[in-house]
């Protein structure tokens, strides 16, 4: 959430009176920008590079108002290589060097949503993948291995030790 540190809305007709949160959250916006094009380096050979993406903004209290706050919704997908703990270390870096280039916003981690299981990915050689594209082939498909940066119930059957393997029809880029 970005907000002006006096928390006092301005009439629109003297916008000099006060901080305008929007024009926060649109800096804030290009800091998030950089960063994610940064995220495009560190590319996961099955699902792509992590991404960070604004999915939701709301600000403002009154036609005639200089907004006071506005929040930020960002959804942000892990790779199987990353850590929730050091995304959101970085993350937290990211908002305290805005935060000293900014000193009239306040910017807040207001809330943390996480998936039902954050990232997951079995081996290639897992004797259970192994087998599957063994049964694959023998019906006369050529199995490929890959991935998918959507959520599912893979990663809580990973997490309590059982190989998985996600098959099914259709293309996960359709999915909403």
């Known amino acids: 959430m970005i907000r002006e540190d006096d928390a006092l809305a301005y009439h629109a007709a003297q916008p000099a009176g006060g901080v305008n949160a929007l ?56 790779t199987p290589d990353e850590r929730e703990e050091e995304v959101l270390a970085r993350f937290a870096d990211l908002l305290a060097r805005f935060q000293r280039d900014h000193p009239e916003l306040t910017v807040t981690l207001v809330e943390l949503a996480p998936s039902t299981g954050g990232p997951s990915q079995t081996a290639d050689d897992d004797p259970f993948v192994v087998c599957c594209r063994a049964a694959l082939r023998e019906i006369g498909q050529q199995p490929e291995l890959g991935g998918m940066q959507v959520n599912c119930d893979m990663s809580h059957f990973r997490r309590a030790g059982m190989p998985t393997v996600v098959y099914g029809p259709g293309d996960p880029r359709a999915l909403p």
């Open 23 to 78: 024009y926060g959250a649109a800096r804030l916006l290009l800091a998030i920008e950089e960063h994610a094009a940064a995220l495009t380096a560190n590319v996961h050979p099955l699902v792509g590079a992590p991404t960070i993406v604004p999915v939701m903004m709301s600000g403002g209290e009154a036609l005639n108002m200089v907004p006071e706050h506005c929040r930020i919704t960002f959804d942000r997908r892990l």
